[in-house]
């Protein structure tokens, strides 16, 4: 089940967050002018410490609720294939030209000192471009305080972090954020990447004032647009128009939902000066990011490993195993961490329940929410009502025997998800952190097995 580690100042950081209300608090904190001034020390200490290296960088941000790390990843390969040696921050990892390691600070963006240190790392790897994952969390919280961006990049804009900014008008202006810092900063290269699947998102960001944006869709007009998508278990193959000639190709990612992340890389390559000939190499060899419906066999069934922690992101990864599970069964284990967006909850167990013949129900990051809270919440649909006769549902509040149960009634042919941990290498309980990985919890039990 993992090594625990018992951290008198993990335990102390819980407690002190509970006596302050600092959920509460913090989104007060944030927008004052001693904060601004805070952040802006620390980015002008950083800078002083590690002697400016953002200069002479092209900067990408990519921001959205689903796909970001994906994107920001299949990005820096074709760059770094086509254009010069480049860095990428994302949740999942950190790449410098051809190397990678793991992100273990469980943050999509980290702080100024760690990604100043990085940038200068990737100088002596002669990195001339970075790609950076940016939240709407950490673009709201300043964390980006004194980078300039060269180009935006918009994907979707779906239900999450609704405990942080209260509703959706507050989450699309976050991430608008990072769309005004290339308006409004500097540099001489100006340019917006962006959906048109949502109407609503897209008449607003169509709005802003900038000459250099380009479009992308599977299902709207846009100057890129995805058709014939076709979906198999272990690829996807696609075509898409640009400026009427039509390119065909394939990727190993899977779902057609990985066809707009995609695109979104595509367009900036294509922004940037690329012949679209020469980035699809690099897209059809890219192998995907951790985690993200990462396949694994074990006995006759068919385990993925996949992030789907939103409602959005959980529907498409399920619709999509649905319809290859044939007349087998799909079974589902999935949670939701601490404190996030608690109105998502009983949504994703309708999810889990609709898609999935066999639904488990059990932790991801309980953290300072009490765990069995966390559950109640997200099981109150089957408290209120049956479930179809063919349906089944369970609350297994240890991840270690949920997926252990699941892989025990599993059948052969059968596909099993393990949703909401994907990459992860830590686990944050009610008391501890400890070692925990979903992939690896597979690996043991295929061991086992044989």
């Not at 048109?196 to 380009?214: A, G, N, Q, S, V």
């Not at 991840?399 to 998800?417: N, V």
């Amino acid at each position: 089940m993992g090594i625990f580690y018992l951290n008198p100042f993990y335990l102390m950081k819980k407690l002190i967050k509970k006596v302050l209300w600092y959920n509460k608090l913090y989104p007060i904190i944030k927008d004052s002018s001693l904060y601004h001034l805070y952040k802006r020390t620390q980015w002008d200490i950083a800078n002083s410490l590690y002697n400016n290296p953002w200069n002479g960088f092209f900067i990408i941000g990519v921001t959205w609720t689903n796909g970001k790390t994906t994107t920001v990843n299949l990005l820096q390969k074709i760059l770094n294939d086509n254009v010069a040696p480049t860095i990428s921050i994302s949740t999942a990892d950190i790449r410098i030209g051809n190397q990678r390691k793991a992100n273990s600070k469980k943050m999509t963006s980290l702080n100024v000192f760690d990604l100043q240190s990085l940038l200068t790392s990737a100088k002596e790897y002669w990195c001339k471009i970075a790609v950076l994952e940016a939240s709407s969390q950490w673009l709201d919280q300043h964390r980006f305080e004194g980078i300039d961006f060269d180009v935006a990049v918009l994907t979707n804009i779906t239900h999450d972090h609704l405990d942080y900014h209260w509703d959706m008008e507050k989450y699309a202006n976050a991430k608008k954020i990072l769309f005004k810092n290339v308006l409004t900063n500097k540099k001489q290269t100006k340019i917006w990447v962006f959906p048109t699947d949502d109407t609503t998102w897209r008449k607003r960001f169509e709005e802003m004032p900038l000459d250099k944006k380009i479009s992308y869709s599977s299902s709207a007009s846009s100057i890129l647009k995805a058709t014939q998508i076709i979906e198999y278990l272990d690829h996807t193959e696609f075509t898409f128009s640009y400026l009427w000639k039509l390119y065909r190709s394939k990727t190993n990612l899977l779902w057609a939902f990985n066809v707009n992340n995609i695109l979104a890389a595509i367009a900036v390559g294509i922004e940037i000066g690329l012949d679209i000939n020469k980035i699809l190499p690099s897209v059809e060899s890219f192998q995907g990011v951790n985690g993200r419906l990462q396949k694994q066999e074990i006995k006759w069934a068919t385990y993925f490993v996949d992030f789907a922690h939103t409602p959005d992101a959980l529907e498409k990864t399920l619709t999509f195993l649905e319809k290859e599970k044939g007349d087998n069964r799909l079974i589902t284990v999935f949670g939701v961490p601490w404190n996030r967006d608690t109105e998502k909850r009983p949504i994703m167990w309708e999810l889990a329940r609709k898609f999935s013949d066999v639904a488990i129900c059990t932790d991801d990051d309980p953290d300072t929410e009490n765990r069995l809270s966390i559950l109640d919440e997200l099981s109150k649909p089957i408290q209120e009502r049956f479930l179809a006769p063919w349906k089944t549902s369970y609350i297994i509040p240890e991840r270690h025997y949920a997926i252990k149960f699941a892989t025990e009634i599993a059948k052969p042919w059968d596909i099993i998800l393990l949703a909401g941990k994907w990459h992860e290498t830590v686990q944050l309980t009610n008391y501890w952190k400890r070692e925990w990985s979903d992939y690896n919890e597979l690996e043991k039990i295929k061991n086992n097995i044989n």
